[in-house]
């Protein structure tokens, strides 16, 4: 079992920049960042993969780097050049001990924690 608590959401400025944390309890070698916006589906936004292999949606590729430090079982979203597009409830999910992040939809992952708000200004 897995238990994931995000933070650092907030809301800021179009340009600006936000750290979204995952403290995550537990093992998992795939842990990635999903999101959802008023009236979308869920979508992912990065996983990382064995803490050094990061994956990202097209749509945040080159904005948007994902680290993990082992010390503190912290996943991070980093997020720069945030757009008024960019604005969800962003949620952090993990995949099962011993499983590769594969497509990484939301469908494969099997522990999410509650989320964090992201608002982005024009």
């Known amino acids: 079992q897995v238990q994931l608590v995000e933070s650092g959401g907030g809301s800021v400025q179009a340009g600006g920049s936000l750290r979204l944390s995952c403290a995550a309890s537990?093992?998992?070698?795939?842990i990635g960042w999903f999101r959802q916006a008023p009236g979308k589906e869920r979508e992912g936004v990065a996983a990382?993969?064995?803490?050094?292999?990061?994956l990202y949606a097209e749509s945040v590729e080159g904005r948007f780097a994902i680290s993990q430090d082992n010390a503190k079982n912290t996943v991070y979203l980093h997020m720069y050049l945030l757009k008024p597009e960019d604005t969800a409830m962003y949620y952090c999910?993990?995949?099962?001990?011993?499983?590769?992040?594969?497509?990484?939809?939301?469908?494969?992952?099997?522990?999410w924690g509650i989320g964090t708000l992201v608002t982005i200004s024009s």
């Open positions: 537990g093992s998992s070698n795939c």
């Open positions: 990382i993969y064995n803490q050094y292999v990061a």
């Open positions: 999910a993990a995949r099962q001990y011993g499983r590769s992040c594969g497509r990484w939809t939301d469908g494969d992952m099997d522990y």
